[in-house]
């Protein structure tokens, strides 16, 4: 007969559960030291030692260091039997057993994210001895939350501690029973329902319940190969695959330490060989160079087995990437050297050279990617963020998505998590989530546990074998990724084409949380490049070892939650001092290149050397008390003491700025009512102009990550000053004004420049306020339905409208160091040196300046901020305009050097290196990675196209083009010191010359 009612075998199966365990045997006393991790795999112990039971407790905090040990002696029972070491004392643990890693356990207990507390024992003698070390520390995701409410440690018990005989067969039915019902939960067919539902109706009535243990263990394989049979008998056809891989995705640092993902990565690494030599089919899927260093420089034993795992193709490194870093804030360049770095790493230490670019959590991605992953040899890009929108659904899984220089690569965003189990509905999930099956016949998941959990578990792997057959799914196996693509790419031309950005609709406030780490960042990428370029044109030795830790440094901290600023507080303190450390080193290096470059000018008398590091030629008022103009190229003006330059004088009062570009009224509180662009007979502003304005910000949740478009309901403009001042200046008309809002005081100069046709508004904040956000706003006589922002290696538009639910979701955007609104004929800039947030809604333009977050740092952003933003107004188009020169002279100024006097003979300006097409930036020139030549690498920023040359400051043997990996394509003509080449709107060339 027919069972009616799922509930009675619900119960039934309960019931059969409580019989998988055969026996066990506790393990009830542990010793126990207390000590603290340092970091590099070095600990701290107390020298006290501590015997433990089971039902003791113990309690730790971040970085804490927990061990315990003790030994168990296998009976004779359990011997060549399927046994398990189950162990729960809180938080996350690394095993080894007679002193060989052995796998690691992770616990709920106390909030904690994932729980796993079995770790199989294989082939075991009679009578051996099994020596237990475990080193624990805390659970850090889920002491969060209790850190936030005032915790200052967490508490755990030692629940269990044993060792565990289960019964195979009744293991393996009990999977494949919860596969039948979660089945019966996910397929439509009532027929394949119906008959799954009998089988395991019949099957479980062949279980012996409630006899003695031996009659009932002896029932169950008949029931359980009773039970497959008639899964088997059940006609079913799928319709496609879904290939599943083992994947744990690790932050390098978010709600825990870089230090503590040394020790995550370890017990992950470890889980997942122990798990590949079990079984053999199991494959796993990682990426981030930076991770597998960590391993090879703590625990070389245990790099050594990855290595051989990655060689018999279980292991498949992905990526190339040195970090899963944020697309969106990072530099066109330092995305390069992420892969650069990754790349480099991963042939050296595995051979390989992945095609994937694997970047599953990050929080949008910038239009510039296709063109980077094309040109540094690679085919593929993964992701699983954008299934998380808040506003409307991603169009497409699988498509080519095309950067703004037209390269294209295959991209699949997966709709499942990057994190999950291999059961019935996860799989269904991932092939139905799929848009585009109907061409491809094809989906691609990952399961396993991440940060911390350490990936896949046993279960999983039978859970997945055990799945294989199952009628109304779609076919599954354990794979690569790599396999999935191979197949995806031969439908490539099939596939939607989808030719812009790829904006995630959610976690907008991370373009301006925890200011100084972009600030930082920005100063960082500037001073590495200047750096490899005036070392290399200074001729001193080129210290590579310094600027390689100096690079990886940089680039770990632009990971996808420490360069968003969506991390713990004791991130950010380490934070502070790694960019201590690294604005030091920049100076030393700095100073050594242009002392070494200075000692070569001759000169009769005393002068001011004015170095000038862009692309473009300078003109800046100076802190010496002179204005430069048109400082060459890469090169220096010299300009004697005796001689220096007059500027015309500024016009300057409480009330007016006015040179012979420009005029800026205030009003009696500082605020500007009017720029009058003399030049061009055009008035600036529709209203009032650099108009500050805290709003209330108060987030669904994740403060740090969200901005939510309420915000502009609850308005404080900051109007009355507190007061006004000029201050004296030899060059330049400075007003400064302060304001106070709460407990927060901000502090501007409005300085205008003698032969300046932009505004600066050089800005000291002490912030003070909670869930707040400061913006800037400028309203400009300007009509434009599209507004334009840098971005990595070129510039993307995007609307000032609303007509769409699209358009309505971008209501904040990131934009690099300046956003242009133009019209036929004029236009309006507005530049920054360190701030990415922008919102541009009809002729309001306007930049996030601060926020200030509480989640999951309580004290984000408070504290002293200084930056700079700028008003640019220009007739044409925001090509024809200055606006490049402007921002990189914003953000890269000139330096000054005095030089004294000496027999003379040296030019009065010098360009060392010169570009002749105008929006053509230079942004490395560096040794090659294999110490052949030098390589020269450049992008088109005005999204132009045509023929450029470069000039060297010396004679050429060879141009060879290359790919950003700097592998050679094509050797170009070259002439004397000089070479030409043709080149796109956005495209990013790269030449090794020699």
């Not at 396993?448 to 009628?471: F, K, W």
């Not at 200055?882 to 300006?909: H, K, Q």
């Amino acid at each position: 007969m027919h069972t009616p009612k799922r509930a009675v075998l619900a119960d039934l199966l309960k019931q059969f559960k409580k019989k998988i365990i055969k026996e066990s045997l506790d393990i009830p006393v542990w010793t126990s030291r207390s000590g603290i991790y340092l970091g590099g795999g070095k600990y701290e112990y107390s020298d006290k030692v501590e015997t433990l039971r089971l039902g003791d407790s113990w309690s730790g905090y971040y970085d804490d260091s927990r061990t315990f040990s003790s030994s168990v002696t296998v009976p004779e029972s359990f011997a060549h039997s399927r046994v398990y070491l189950n162990v729960d004392f809180g938080g996350e643990a690394m095993l080894r057993i007679n002193g060989k890693t052995a796998g690691s356990f992770s616990s709920s207990m106390n909030n904690g994210w994932v729980h796993r507390d079995t770790l199989p024992l294989f082939d075991l003698e009679a009578g051996q001895v099994l020596e237990l070390d475990i080193e624990a520390g805390i659970n850090n995701a889920g002491f969060c939350d209790h850190y936030l409410a005032g915790s200052r440690s967490i508490t755990y018990t030692l629940a269990v501690g044993r060792l565990i005989l289960v019964d195979e067969p009744t293991e393996k039915f009990a999977i494949l029973a919860d596969h039948i019902f979660g089945t019966i939960d996910v397929v439509p067919d009532e027929v394949i329902r119906t008959r799954l539902y009998n089988a395991l109706d019949d099957a479980l009535h062949m279980i012996d319940f409630d006899f003695t243990p031996e009659v009932f263990y002896a029932s169950v394989p008949d029931a359980f190969e009773f039970l497959k049979a008639e899964i088997k008998k059940i006609p079913y056809a799928p319709h496609g695959e879904v290939i599943m891989s083992g994947h744990s995705h690790i932050d390098a640092a978010w709600l825990w330490t870089v230090k503590e993902t040394e020790r995550k990565v370890e017990r992950t690494f470890s889980n997942t060989l122990m798990l590949m030599d079990n079984y053999p089919d199991y494959r796993f899927t990682q990426s981030q160079a930076a991770l597998y260093d960590m391993v090879k420089k703590h625990d070389p034993e245990l790099f050594e087995r990855i290595r051989e795992k990655v060689k018999s193709g279980q292991w498949e490194v992905v990526g190339n990437t040195w970090v899963e870093a944020d697309t969106n804030i990072a530099s066109g360049e330092s995305l390069i050297r992420q892969l650069l770095y990754g790349r480099d790493f991963f042939i050296k230490e595995f051979g390989v050279d992945s095609n994937i670019y694997w970047l599953p959590d990050c929080f949008g991605f910038t239009w510039a990617l296709p063109q980077i992953i094309d040109r540094s040899g690679m085919k593929y890009f993964v992701t699983t963020k954008l299934a998380n929108n808040d506003t409307q659904l991603f169009p497409h899984t699988l498509f080519r998505w095309r950067s703004h220089s037209g390269n294209e690569v295959l991209a699949y965003n997966q709709r499942t998590a990057y994190e999950g189990d291999y059961i019935p509905a996860y799989v269904k999930r991932t092939w139905d989530a799929n848009d585009q099956i109907a061409i491809v016949n094809e989906s691609f998941g990952m399961y396993g546990y991440g940060d911390g959990g350490s990936g896949g578990t046993t279960a999983m792997i039978e859970q997945g074998r055990l799945l294989a057959d199952m009628p109304g799914l779609p076919a599954h196996r354990m794979g690569r990724v790599d396999e999935f693509f191979a197949d995806v790419e031969k439908y490539a031309d099939e596939l939607p084409l989808y030719d812009d950005e790829l904006y995630y609709e959610n976690h907008r406030g991370t373009f301006t949380s925890q200011g100084f780490v972009k600030k930082n960042n920005r100063y960082g990428e500037f001073m590495l490049r200047n750096i490899e370029l005036m070392t290399l044109l200074s001729g001193i030795e080129f210290p590579k070892e310094k600027l390689d830790e100096l690079w990886k440094l940089l680039l770990l901290n632009q990971f996808h939650d420490i360069m968003p600023g969506t991390c713990i507080v004791q991130v950010f303190e380490n934070c502070r001092k790694e960019y201590a450390y690294l604005a030091s080193e920049y100076e030393k290096l700095m100073s050594s290149a242009l002392e070494a470059l200075c000692s070569k000018i001759k000169v009769d008398e005393d002068c001011y050397a004015v170095w000038n590091f862009d692309t473009n030629p300078q003109t800046a008022a100076l802190a010496e008390g002179f204005t430069a103009e048109d400082v060459p190229p890469m090169g220096y003006k010299l300009y004697p003491l005796s001689a220096l330059p007059v500027s015309p004088k500024v016009t300057v009062t409480e009330e007016l700025l006015e040179n012979e570009f420009l005029r800026v009224e205030l009003d009696k509180n500082g605020e500007i009512v009017r720029i009058y662009d003399k030049k061009n007979d055009r008035e600036v502003l529709e209203g009032i102009g650099n108009r500050l304005t805290v709003f209330q910000d108060k987030a669904v949740h994740e403060t740090a990550w969200n901005l939510e478009a309420n915000y502009v309901k609850r308005p404080f403009e900051l109007i009355t000053a507190e007061s006004i001042r000029v201050i004296p200046d030899p060059e330049c008309g400075i007003i400064e004004i302060v304001r106070k809002f709460n407990l927060s005081t901000i502090t501007q100069r409005i300085v205008l420049a003698p032969k300046a046709d932009y505004i600066d508004f050089k800005t000291e904040v002490d912030w003070q306020e909670t869930l707040k956000m400061l913006k800037v706003a400028f309203p400009v006589t300007v009509r434009s339905r599209e507004a334009t922002y840098e971005i990595a290696h070129g510039t993307n538009t995007r609307p000032t409208h609303v007509n769409t639910s699209y358009d309505m979701a971008k209501f904040e955007v990131c934009g690099h160091k300046f956003a242009d609104l133009s019209e036929g004929g004029y236009g309006v800039s507005l530049i920054n040196d360190c701030k990415y947030g922008y919102d541009i809604r009809n002729n309001l333009m306007r930049l996030t300046l601060l926020r200030a977050p509480t989640c999951p740092d309580q004290t984000a952003d408070k504290g002293e901020h200084s930056f700079t933003y700028r008003l640019y107004p220009h007739a044409g188009s925001w090509q024809d305009s200055r606006l490049l020169e402007y921002a990189f002279g914003l953000n890269n100024p000139m330096r000054v050097c005095r030089i004294s006097a000496s027999e003379g003979g040296s030019d009065t300006e010098k360009s060392f290196i010169s570009v002749s097409r105008k929006g053509v930036v230079l942004d490395a020139y560096k040794p090659a990675l294999d110490g052949d030549g030098l390589i020269l690498r450049l992008y088109e920023g005005n999204f132009s196209r045509g023929k450029c040359s470069v000039t060297l400051p010396f004679a050429i043997n060879s141009v060879t083009e290359c790919d950003m990996m700097e592998r050679n394509e094509t050797e170009l003509a070259h002439n004397g010191n000089s070479f030409e080449f043709f080149i796109k709107p956005h495209e990013v060339k790269t030449f090794r010359i020699k």
